[in-house]
């Protein structure tokens, strides 16, 4: 077989792993479509949309939500981090790539990882892909120096020069010693008046008249260099209106940017051309959960500013309570599709305790707690739903067994729950129970909440009976 058949049959094999990913995304299987979209970007390494692919369904996986990705995971990511940079050390860019993909399996938001991804993206000479790499954990990365000074310098050999001035900037404030930051913001500023005028390009006629005349560039890929990621995203979507992957990937530009608005009118003109896509549904909803929570925010640092805004108070209680009733519905929808994730049980439960629907929220922990990596947090969970409505009794069993299931290294958790334990042996007269269970808190954290104020009127009471 020649070299270019065996070129045209991987090209051929990507597109019909990337299919496949897609088949599995729609359907919610999200390890399957991990599985497709990874050998897809093996097969073509340097297909950006396929890895956008993957990252977005990783990222889905965890409900979109970096809060999510377990404590531990650390520890199972480092020993692929070395590996990687130990193939990126000996010039394998293409396997380095592919380890960090599987670094980013366990946190698709890993800024280390990402880093590692961008240098090897660079080594194969990806630029794009090394700047979008960065670009997807920005908000994870921005109080980190080191990090926007590495993602100035991609932007940069992106002559991205709005982007790069942006992170020296921003460099400026996380590190402010740091004093060839302003330096090189103004060299970039610099280089950015000059591409506008188009003085570089009448410098470099002149500095290379002496020598043979270069052949012109194409044309369509001049149309193509012109173009910003946002056009170039515009254009597939008029071109091929019926795929998903353009409308997921300008919102995803808009999002990173902070232009929610614009994240979901593209999102939706993506559901007009495929009502019934659920990745489409999901990633909708997910910019909507978006928009109103950050409306919740603004309200919010409006009423502490003036805690007698009538006006702020009154639109904070309907963005509120329009987002519980959004996420509800959003998360029942889900449920309804993979009723077997208890993720989104749990999810579902802490959505439902915190509109006040505890009896159901209940119900939703039960189920949860079958996870044994959720199962402390929803019998603590289900307590604290037992107490808001009254029933002690329940609240009380459901902590014992969380305590249980609690790892004796888990302090944090341990005077949580000794904590709760005591407060409603204290609210049955219970006072032996109640001194027992904050001596456990004490011996830990003497100042943990109001722990010693109640050990201390505890010991007054048998006086003053």
Known sequence: MSTGEESNLRLQKGKTFFQYGNDAALKSNYDYAIQMYKEACKLEPDNLKYRQALRGIARRKFGNDPSKVGRLVGARVQPIRMSARSAKGKGNFTQALALCEDAFGYNPWDVGTSRDAADAAEGMELKEMAQWLLESVHAQGEADADFLRHEAHVHEINEAWHKAIACWERVMK?????????????????????????????????????????????????????????????????????????????????????????A????????????????????????????????????????????????????????????????????????????????????????????????????????????????????????????????????ERSYQDALRATESDDTATMNSLHYRLGRIAEAQGNVQSAEEHYNEVAANDYSYLDVADRLGNLNKKPAED
């Open 174 to 262: 996380v590190d402010p010693k740091d004093v060839d930051a302003r330096r090189r913001a103004n060299d970039l500023s610099a280089k950015a008046t000059i591409q506008r005028s188009g003085l570089g390009d009448a410098l470099s006629k002149s500095q290379g008249s002496s020598g043979p005349e270069n052949l012109p560039p194409d044309v369509e890929e001049l149309k193509r260099n012109a173009l910003t990621p946002e056009q170039r995203y515009l254009k597939e979507i008029t071109e091929n209106p019926e795929q998903i992957g353009p409308y997921l990937a300008l919102s995803d530009y808009y999002k990173l940017e902070g232009r929610l608005d614009e």
């Open 264 to 395: 979901e009118q593209v999102l939706s003109k993506g559901l007009k051309a495929a009502p019934d896509d659920l990745v489409l549904k999901s990633s909708h909803a997910d910019v909507q959960m978006q928009r109103l929570r950050r409306a919740e925010e603004s309200w919010t640092r409006k009423l502490k500013k003036n805690p007698a805004d009538a006006e702020a108070k009154s639109k904070l209680g309907q963005i509120t309570a329009a987002l519980a009733a959004y996420e509800i519905k959003e998360i029942r929808r889900r449920v309804g599709l993979r009723p077997d994730d208890l993720n989104l049980r749990f999810q579902l439960g802490q959505t439902l305790a915190k509109a006040g629907k505890h009896g159901e929220a209940i119900a939703e922990f039960q189920q949860a707690r079958s996870s044994p990596q959720l199962k402390v947090q929803a019998l603590i969970q289900a307590g604290l739903s037992f107490e808001a409505n009254g029933v002690s009794k329940l609240a």
